[in-house]
Protein backbone atom coordinates (compact mmCIF):
# COMPACT_ATOMS: atom_id res chain seq x y z
CA UNK A 1 0.00 0.00 0.00
CA UNK A 2 1.60 3.43 -1.10
CA UNK A 3 1.51 5.92 2.05
CA UNK A 4 2.56 8.35 3.90
CA UNK A 5 2.10 8.37 7.71
CA UNK A 6 2.87 11.55 9.71
CA UNK A 7 3.19 11.11 13.87
CA UNK A 8 4.80 13.54 16.52
CA UNK A 9 2.59 16.44 16.75
CA UNK A 10 1.16 17.93 19.62
CA UNK A 11 0.85 20.95 22.08
CA UNK A 12 4.31 22.75 22.91
CA UNK A 13 5.18 25.71 24.69
CA UNK A 14 6.98 29.02 22.58
CA UNK A 15 11.06 28.02 22.40
CA UNK A 16 10.07 24.37 22.73
CA UNK A 17 10.67 21.25 20.02
CA UNK A 18 8.96 19.13 18.71
CA UNK A 19 10.73 15.94 15.82
CA UNK A 20 7.84 14.90 13.75
CA UNK A 21 7.69 11.73 11.57
CA UNK A 22 7.17 10.55 8.36
CA UNK A 23 7.02 7.26 7.52
CA UNK A 24 6.75 5.80 4.04
CA UNK A 25 5.32 2.36 2.48
CA UNK A 26 4.68 0.90 -1.19
CA UNK A 27 7.15 3.74 -3.33
CA UNK A 28 10.36 3.47 -3.92
CA UNK A 29 11.51 5.74 -1.08
CA UNK A 30 14.99 5.84 -1.20
CA UNK A 31 14.44 7.90 -4.91
CA UNK A 32 11.94 10.06 -3.81
CA UNK A 33 11.93 13.62 -3.10
CA UNK A 34 10.35 14.17 0.42
CA UNK A 35 8.57 17.62 1.40
CA UNK A 36 7.05 18.81 4.47
CA UNK A 37 3.64 21.25 4.27
CA UNK A 38 1.92 23.10 6.55
CA UNK A 39 -1.45 24.73 6.47
CA UNK A 40 -3.37 26.89 9.27
CA UNK A 41 -7.12 27.59 9.23
CA UNK A 42 -7.81 29.99 6.68
CA UNK A 43 -4.51 29.78 4.80
CA UNK A 44 -3.10 28.44 1.99
CA UNK A 45 -0.94 25.58 2.33
CA UNK A 46 2.77 26.51 2.33
CA UNK A 47 5.96 24.31 1.97
CA UNK A 48 8.32 23.90 4.65
CA UNK A 49 11.20 21.80 3.82
CA UNK A 50 12.35 18.92 1.47
CA UNK A 51 14.80 16.26 1.47
CA UNK A 52 15.86 14.43 -1.82
CA UNK A 53 15.97 10.40 -0.45
CA UNK A 54 18.81 10.03 -3.35
CA UNK A 55 21.55 12.44 -2.65
CA UNK A 56 20.44 14.24 0.17
CA UNK A 57 20.56 17.53 -0.88
CA UNK A 58 17.55 19.49 1.89
CA UNK A 59 16.13 22.71 1.47
CA UNK A 60 14.42 24.60 4.08
CA UNK A 61 11.67 28.07 3.35
CA UNK A 62 12.74 30.93 5.07
CA UNK A 63 10.32 31.00 8.00
CA UNK A 64 11.93 28.15 9.18
CA UNK A 65 15.81 28.08 8.13
CA UNK A 66 17.63 27.88 10.85
CA UNK A 67 15.13 26.47 13.43
CA UNK A 68 14.22 23.19 11.74
CA UNK A 69 15.57 20.28 10.31
CA UNK A 70 15.23 17.97 7.72
CA UNK A 71 16.49 14.52 7.84
CA UNK A 72 16.04 10.77 6.61
CA UNK A 73 16.59 7.38 7.95
CA UNK A 74 16.72 5.05 4.22
CA UNK A 75 16.75 2.20 6.46
CA UNK A 76 13.22 2.49 8.00
CA UNK A 77 12.10 4.69 4.85
CA UNK A 78 11.39 7.91 7.65
CA UNK A 79 11.80 11.32 7.09
CA UNK A 80 11.95 13.18 10.00
CA UNK A 81 11.30 17.27 10.59
CA UNK A 82 13.20 18.50 13.75
CA UNK A 83 11.52 21.51 15.00
CA UNK A 84 13.53 24.07 16.64
CA UNK A 85 12.44 27.29 19.05
CA UNK A 86 8.73 26.83 18.02
CA UNK A 87 6.73 29.93 17.50
CA UNK A 88 2.45 30.66 17.77
CA UNK A 89 2.66 31.25 13.90
CA UNK A 90 4.04 27.87 13.44
CA UNK A 91 0.72 26.41 14.63
CA UNK A 92 -0.67 24.52 11.62
CA UNK A 93 -1.34 20.83 10.44
CA UNK A 94 1.30 19.72 8.89
CA UNK A 95 1.84 17.31 6.23
CA UNK A 96 4.47 15.44 4.36
CA UNK A 97 4.47 14.42 1.00
CA UNK A 98 6.47 12.54 -2.06
CA UNK A 99 7.64 13.13 -5.49
CA UNK A 100 8.91 10.22 -7.05
CA UNK A 101 10.41 11.72 -9.78
CA UNK A 102 13.10 13.86 -10.34
CA UNK A 103 12.67 16.90 -7.97
CA UNK A 104 15.06 19.88 -6.74
CA UNK A 105 14.49 20.62 -3.65
CA UNK A 106 14.46 24.62 -4.07
CA UNK A 107 11.51 23.71 -6.07
CA UNK A 108 9.54 23.73 -2.76
CA UNK A 109 8.80 27.34 -3.49
CA UNK A 110 7.23 27.54 -6.61
CA UNK A 111 5.33 23.90 -6.78
CA UNK A 112 1.69 23.77 -6.96
CA UNK A 113 1.02 21.33 -3.90
CA UNK A 114 -2.41 20.92 -5.38
CA UNK A 115 -1.11 19.22 -8.90
CA UNK A 116 2.34 18.11 -7.94
CA UNK A 117 2.66 16.12 -5.35
CA UNK A 118 2.68 12.35 -6.14
CA UNK A 119 1.50 10.97 -2.44
CA UNK A 120 0.18 13.21 0.61
CA UNK A 121 -0.09 11.83 4.17
CA UNK A 122 -2.99 12.54 6.57
CA UNK A 123 -1.29 15.15 8.80
CA UNK A 124 -0.22 16.06 12.15
CA UNK A 125 -1.59 18.77 14.19
CA UNK A 126 1.39 20.59 15.57
CA UNK A 127 -0.30 23.74 18.16
CA UNK A 128 2.27 25.90 19.89
CA UNK A 129 0.75 27.98 22.52
CA UNK A 130 1.52 28.95 26.46
Known amino acids: QVQLVESGGGLVQPGGSLRLSCAAS????????ILWFRQAPGKEREGVAC????????YYTGFVKGRFAISRDNASDTVYLQMNTLKPEDTSLYYC???????????????????????WGQGTQVTVSS
Open 26 to 33: GFAFDTAS
Open 97 to 119: AAIVGPFRPADIETINPRTEIDI
Open 51 to 58: INNKDGRT
